[in-house]
């Protein structure tokens, strides 16, 4: 598992949201932090790296890096041999399959029970995450592309007053992130349609029917690529 400690993520507190605490417990930041490297395509499935081995590249003891591990194993995002080498769970059609429909579910509920949540200041910050994922697409940052896109998805579900539907959501992302990497380094994204912009456009309206539609269609396009990519 190849393994890049995550750059600081691209999704800037939106004014609901607490920025994390500077002085969060170690256990509390090194979980975060290979939290942030499943979904930004950190870990790259089939590749694995022992406990003391991570702990040396995130710069800690290997406890809390061990306690980290043993809770993302527990929610199925990582899994460790008896060896303590520690990799990405590997990904089954059935498995794969039960993600996706889950996904669009729950995203495409959260995204349409969002909207009335949406004021201006923060579609502008959903705009800008778009903004930002083109130009990590234009220059080729894959790093900064997956963390574009998973501002620009939590900028819209995090507006849900719900405490539920975003950490299942969030759960889900820990899962199928490793495997989004391969969908940016094996195909070209400019060539997909943009949902993105039909999200933002349906906002714009007030069309929650639409956005729910446009979230499910974006979901919809990068999983069938990664299916075919992934698991042929």
Do not use: K
């Not at 590749?47 to 043993?70: C, H, I, N």
């Not at 943009?194 to 974006?218: C, V």
Request: glycine letters at 6%.
């Amino acid at each position: 598992m190849a393994y890049d400690t995550p750059a600081p993520p691209a999704d800037r507190p939106l004014p609901d949201e607490e920025p994390p605490s500077p002085r969060a417990p170690i256990h509390g930041q090194v979980y975060e932090a290979i939290r942030a490297g499943l979904v930004g395509g950190a870990f790259v499935p089939g590749r694995s790296v022992t406990l003391r081995g991570l702990a040396e590249m995130l710069g800690v003891s290997p406890m809390p890096v061990r306690a980290a591990v043993t809770r993302l194993v527990a929610e199925g995002a990582l899994a460790m041999t008896p060896t303590r080498r520690v990799s990405v769970p590997a990904m089954t059609r059935e498995r794969f399959d039960e993600l996706v429909r889950t996904r669009m579910l729950l995203e495409g509920e959260a995204a349409e029970r969002a909207l009335p949540g949406i004021d201006a200041a923060r579609l502008e910050a959903i705009r800008r995450h778009d903004e930002l994922l083109e130009a990590c697409l234009a220059s080729d940052d894959a790093a900064g592309y997956m963390a574009a896109n998973h501002a620009f998805h939590f900028a819209i579900y995090r507006a849900v007053p719900s405490s539920v539907l975003v950490p299942l959501i969030e759960s889900l992302w820990l899962q199928f992130g490793p495997f989004m990497r391969i969908v940016y380094a094996h195909v070209d994204l400019t060539t997909l349609v943009d949902q993105h912009e039909r999200a933002i456009a349906a906002i714009a309206r007030g069309d929650a029917a639409e956005l729910r539609a446009a979230i499910q269609a974006d979901i919809g396009d990068g999983m069938s690529i990664i299916g075919r990519t992934a698991l042929s």
